[in-house]
């Protein structure tokens, strides 16, 4: 069907639009009302004085009418069914469709488009060692260097007679690689670690929101005053780039502000002085629940507790939501925690207040108090199964206590090697 | 006289380490360290073995691997390819080109020795 053959598919829509009956506009125009049925389901040609007339009644250019829906929208959508597997679209009348119904037609084509971006975005983050030249280039030039120094360190340990002067030549050498290949290494880890990123681009509202607690330290001060407008605060974040983002940061920000109104801040100093960091107590004091304690303390240990104090919260299915990491327990960004954390134990016994000694896996095995405990969340109705959200308090602990339990941040970085709860194999363990 | 191997590479240590073993090991080695004029450097050469780094500065190890698959005198020559990728798709570029065989970064010397020895040997 060719496109000029749908002026009466527009006619039709252009006319609801309009909230004309048939009968209206075809007498308006001198002309039958089965007539202008005819037209309207592109079964008669429709063209010259006509087409000015009923345009004229029904206020549009005619050209509206005879041109319709842009070619581009109609080759986005014929890419949109092409790419389809499972749906088979009516292809022989997307002329109609994106004539009938453009803002339908323009949604999915919408949709297409971003299928495709975020189809690469994906695929530039998968193989990252093919599209991003920056780290490509990065782990050639260690992988050299790696090269030279394995080589040159392999001649100096096998080769049994070796000339003072070739010794002193490859030891030069040696030395060289190495710092080049410490300055690599060091380059490449400021590069993952820091903006440029390719994954920068694809964050999460719940990862906007993150950045922007840890932007101002977890602390708003001024937002726990009464007359502190949080929606604006919130629109003028730059972190928080879409209306979810903004409207999950509000909903953190309220909580944050009413846990500041049960527990403020002086009185927190005080108990904090008085019962010490003893989650239990301080919600007995002040009356409220240990989740409240929880986010209370995370955000106040920074300046009230010689050291940080970290947070994190999740839902029943494990998903990782308020996340205020601390140095020595890494939380995962993108992938699923451990299992061992005292945080996904706590979802196995709701209102049960857990406390364990954990010992972070890697290089420092640093040791950490957990306190977790899962609440539930809404109103509790009968014969109504609630719906929970654990919390789980990670403090630095001092004192070394044996036997505690290791605890990993995610498989693919945690070097354990014995772990019924491994989900798969580290990169760590068997090598990128 | 032994065997002479071309080694074309562009990290100096790496040259003067692979250089070192080979001589040791009783070849003959002569160097070259940019991708622009390797293929005359090998025609004029001929060296028995060719070794050759995939990122060399002016033209990939790739590209004058299938230059040289191409010209009468190089066809069958042996071909040790030296990458710092061990992915699939690098290894199926080399062999595509023409590559008699693939080590990947780090090696270590007994693997280039091993390497060399069968790969002229046979």
Known sequence: MSRDTLTGSR?????????????????????????????????????????????????????????????????????????????????????????????????????????????????????????DPHLATSMHEMLTMVTAIRSTAGILADTKEIEPEWRNRFHRNINEDSQRLAESSQRLVEYLDGAGDAGAALTSPMEEVEMMLAAHDYRFPHLEEDGEDIDAFAAAQP???TQEARAAATVTLKQLRSDARKMPRPEVAKALEEVGLDPAMLAQRFRVSVAVVFRRIAVLSDDLLPEPVGIVMCDSSGTLMLRKPIEGFPLPRFSAACPKWPLFQSLTRPMRPIRRVVTATGRESKQFTCYAIAEAIGLLQFNEDPLYRAYMLVVPSDIAVQGAQEVGSTCRVCPSTDCHGRREPSILVDGI | MGKRVLLIEDEPNIIEAISFILSRDGWSVSTHSNGHDAVDVVKESTPDLLILDVMLPGKSGFDILKELRETTSAETLPVLMLTARGQKADREMAERAGASRFMTKPFSNSEVLDAVRELVGS
């Open chain 1, 11 to 131: 006619i039709r829509e252009r006319r609801a639009m309009a909230g004309f009956r048939q009968a209206d506009l075809a007498r308006q125009v001198g002309i039958s009302a089965s007539y202008l049925n005819l037209i309207e389901h592109n079964r008669r040609r429709i063209g010259g004085k006509l087409l000015v007339n009923i345009a004229t009644v029904l206020g549009v250019e005619p050209s509206l009418l005879s041109e319709g829906a842009e070619a581009a929208l109609i080759s986005t959508l014929r890419e949109a069914a092409a790419d389809s597997v499972a749906v088979q679209p009516e292809l022989d009348r997307v002329d109609e469709f994106a004539g009938r119904f453009p803002g339908w037609a323009e949604l999915i084509a919408d949709g297409h488009r971003r299928i495709g971006t975020l189809e690469r975005t994906a695929a530039t983050l998968t193989d990252r060692l093919t599209h």
């Open chain 1, 239 to 241: 972190q928080l780039t």
